[in-house]
Structures are given as structure tokens and as C-alpha cells.
T-cell receptor, first 116, second 114 residues
């Protein structure tokens, strides 16, 4: 079974600074997907960024980027120029692709607070 | 606007009572999921359904039941057999191929057992 570990329960950073959230995972699979999801206070959880394991290039979405180290089984999220709206719980997730049977395994989350 | 609607947002229940949480989606998604969220434990999968009239147990299905009679609806019943039902429950759906792993979530239902 796959496991996902987020070792930072809480983090805080000043507005406009850069912050990196850590995630490690354990799997024997070679082909899989990794995700970062964001859960703002009292709002719906949304997908931030997705990485396919067979792609060597790190995924980027505007101010959000990942550092994917397949051999080390590490998948960190970097938020640049942090904004107050980035305050949220962030969950790292793993998925082994099975046609018609997609299930995600989530980490325990990191609560990020952006300080004005 | 398309999305997932969960109701009620807050629910209180006495011990020994069953309660049903509603989840409706108008995204035309085939797959739907129920997750339980507890502080410090992340999201854990309760049940999921890939097509109408079919569903599978997730990692923590004991004490829960579901049905999938319509594509749009995936209600979750928390039965009296669930020993620790107080939690935040999230419903999600996915479009499947081409959007692999992109779950769309509802706003959640918070259940408190008194």
C-alpha cells in the first residue's frame, strides 16, 4: 500500500515571501501521479498542481511549482510571492492510475498561514 | 454553475441514530467518492462509485453505507455501528480520463454526535 507523509503540520510565512511544503511518499510503482490540493478555511478543496511520474520536468502553475525527486520519493510544493489568499490546509496526494478505478491516498496536511 | 452540493452543512445526532448525508453533482461525472477528514489524519476514503448501481468499499467503510441509484447522487448513511462518527465528511467526483486525479469537492458536512 502507498503512504504519503507530510512532516510539517503547520507553517507560517510573511506575505510576499517564498515557502516550501514538504511531502514524501512510499510506493513500488513506477507510473503514478502526485498532487497538491488546497483547502482554504470554510471553502472547497481545489487542485493546485499535478505531476505525472514519467515526466521529468517539474510542474508549474503560476506562483506554484513542485520539486519532484523520483528516486528520493519526494514531492515538495513551492509557493512564490505568497499572498494572504494562500492561507489554507495543503494536502499532498498520490494516485496509482488504474482505468476506471482512480483512488487517491492523501497525506495528513500542512496548515499554512500567510502573515500580513 | 456546475458543482457538487453537500447537505446539510452541519448535523447533530444522538448516539444510536442513523443519519444520511446528501451529495449531488451536476458535472456529469461518472465517479463519486466519500472521504472522512479528521484533524491530523488527512482524508480517508470511505466508499467510492465508478458507475450507477455499483460502489466499492474504501479504507474505512465499516459503519457506513451508500447507494448510487442516479448518476448525480451519492448519499452516505452513517449508521449506529460507526463507533466514532463525529467528523468532517467530504464528497467528491471526477471526470475520469483526461483529468486524471482531479477531484472536485463539495463544501463538506460536519457531523457531531452528542
Amino acid at each position: 500500500a502507498q503512504t504519503v507523509t507530510q512532516s510539517q503540520p503547520e507553517m507560517s510565512v510573511q506575505e510576499a515571501e517564498t515557502v516550501t511544503l514538504s511531502c514524501t511518499y512510499d510506493t513500488s510503482e513506477n507510473n503514478y501521479y502526485l498532487f497538491w490540493y488546497k483547502q482554504p478555511p470554510s471553502r472547497q478543496m481545489i487542485l493546485v498542481i499535478r505531476q505525472e511520474a514519467y515526466k521529468q520536468q517539474n510542474a508549474t502553475e503560476n506562483r506554484f511549482s513542485v520539486n519532484f525527486q523520483k528516486a528520493a520519493k519526494s514531492f515538495s510544493l513551492k509557493i512564490s510571492d505568497s499572498q494572504l489568499g494562500d492561507t489554507a490546509m495543503y494536502f499532498c496526494a498520490f494516485m496509482k492510475p488504474l482505468f476506471g478505478n482512480e483512488k487517491l491516498t492523501f497525506g495528513t496536511g500542512t496548515r499554512l498561514t500567510i502573515i500580513p | 454553475d456546475g458543482g457538487i452540493t453537500q447537505s446539510p452543512k452541519y448535523l447533530f445526532r444522538k448516539e444510536g441514530q442513523n443519519v444520511t448525508l446528501s451529495c449531488e453533482q451536476n458535472l456529469n461525472h461518472d465517479a463519486m467518492y466519500w472521504y472522512r477528514q479528521d484533524p491530523g489524519q488527512g482524508l480517508r476514503l470511505i466508499y467510492y462509485s465508478q458507475i450507477v448501481n455499483d460502489f466499492q468499499k474504501g479504507d474505512i467503510a465499516e459503519g457506513y453505507s451508500v447507494s448510487r441509484e442516479k448518476k448525480e447522487s451519492f448519499p452516505l448513511t452513517v449508521t449506529s455501528a460507526q463507533k466514532n462518527p463525529t467528523a468532517f465528511y467530504l464528497c467528491a467526483s471526477t471526470a475520469g480520463q483526461g483529468k486524471t486525479g482531479e477531484l472536485f469537492f463539495g463544501e463538506g458536512s460536519r457531523l457531531t454526535v452528542l
